[in-house]
Nanobody, 124 residues
Framework: QMTLVQSGGGLVQPGGSLRLSCAVS????????IGWFRQVPGKEREAVSC????????SYVDSVKGRFTVSRDNAKNTVYLQMNDPKPEDTAVYFC?????????????????WGRGTQVTVSS
């Protein structure tokens, strides 16, 4: 059973930076995609970014392009979401998620395994 353990998060000032981590264990296949999602109370969980399971290609939603960067360290089985220049509207609970396969998708459906979420609050 694949397990995702998240770390990072907390309070950050607008214009600052924050890094979220997602450590993966228990995987049984080499290629798995990782997605980052976020959710605020009363709203649907939305995709933010993803990194593919085979070639390291990445995708971002328009609202975070140029500010957030997703990366993976295969030696540590860890995926990161670097959040630069965060804005108050980025405040949410952030989740990492995974599915086996190549490529990655910015939609919830294919993701089978989820982290427990971490709160990110952007405020001065």
């Amino acid at each position: 059973q694949m397990t995702l353990v998240q770390s990072g998060g907390g309070l950050v000032q607008p214009g600052g930076s924050l890094r979220l981590s997602c450590a993966v264990s228990g995987f049984t296949r080499v290629h798995y995609a990782i997605g980052w999602f976020r959710q605020v109370p009363g709203k649907e969980r939305e995709a933010v970014s993803c990194i593919s399971g085979n070639d390291g290609s990445t995708s971002y939603v328009d609202s975070v392009k140029g500010r957030f960067t997703v990366s993976r360290d295969n030696a540590k089985n860890t995926v990161y979401l670097q959040m630069n220049d965060p804005k108050p509207e980025d405040t949410a609970v952030y989740f990492c998620a995974a599915y086996y396969g190549a490529g990655c998708q910015l939609r919830r459906a294919p993701y089978d395994y989820w982290g427990r979420g971490t709160q990110v609050t952007v405020s001065s």
